[in-house]
């Protein structure tokens, strides 16, 4: 279903007419993409799209933005959360963590364990991860560098007590990071 509704987001940017997708999402570029009221993690990579449905991760050739076809998919460890491209990596980022994929094979060249992974933001060749230790009421982030993708070494970590549910990490201004959380149960 997630394929089939991408197929209609990509004609009707077009009109119908068959233009290169990375016209309409940017080159290379990622976000969300919805149907039956869920939600799926996508990366664009010139004519191609890699889509996270749960533990599933998608290779897709929308060179014809109507008839977009699965090229490859490979299942990995744990439901994908988050995609982003660095350089000539995928990452994706699992309830297990992060995963670097080798765009072309799908193949996980590196990876980093971090359990109760939330959400992941891209500053040049680093990147924060958010994560939860429920246990303790924290919010773990950890900033790694991804010189070298295949062995992601850690810079950094911190640990923020907090009794509120973290719903995002924000990449603002410069190298500031934000976190966005609530307290849903507060009146």
């Known amino acids: 279903m997630a394929l089939f509704t991408f197929a209609l987001m ?6 119908g007419q068959p233009l290169s997708p990375a016209a309409h999402l940017g080159g290379a570029g990622g976000g969300l993409v919805s149907a039956e009221a869920r939600w799926w993690p996508l990366a664009v990579s010139g004519e191609h799209v890699f889509l996270g449905e749960n533990e599933s991760l998608s290779l897709l050739d929308v060179s014809d933005p109507a008839h977009p076809r699965r090229v490859d998919e490979t299942i990995l460890d744990a439901p994908v959360l988050h995609l982003a491209i660095y350089e000539d990596h995928l990452l994706a980022l699992t309830r297990n963590g992060l995963r670097v994929v080798d765009m072309q094979s799908l193949a996980v060249t590196g990876e980093y364990d971090l359990p109760e992974s939330l959400d992941m933001r891209l ?3 680093q990147i924060t991860l958010l994560s939860t230790d429920r246990q303790n009421a ?3 982030l950890v900033t790694l560098s991804l010189k070298n993708p295949k062995k992601p070494r850690r810079l950094g970590e911190t640990r923020l007590e907090t009794r509120h549910l973290i719903q995002d990490l924000l ?4 190298d500031q990071l934000c976190l966005a959380d ?3 149960w507060a009146g």
């Open 10 to 15: 990509l004609a009707a940017c077009g009109g």
């Open 123 to 125: 500053h040049s060749d």
């Open 138 to 140: 924290q919010a773990i």
């Open 171 to 174: 990449l603002t201004a410069g």
């Open 182 to 184: 609530a307290n849903w």
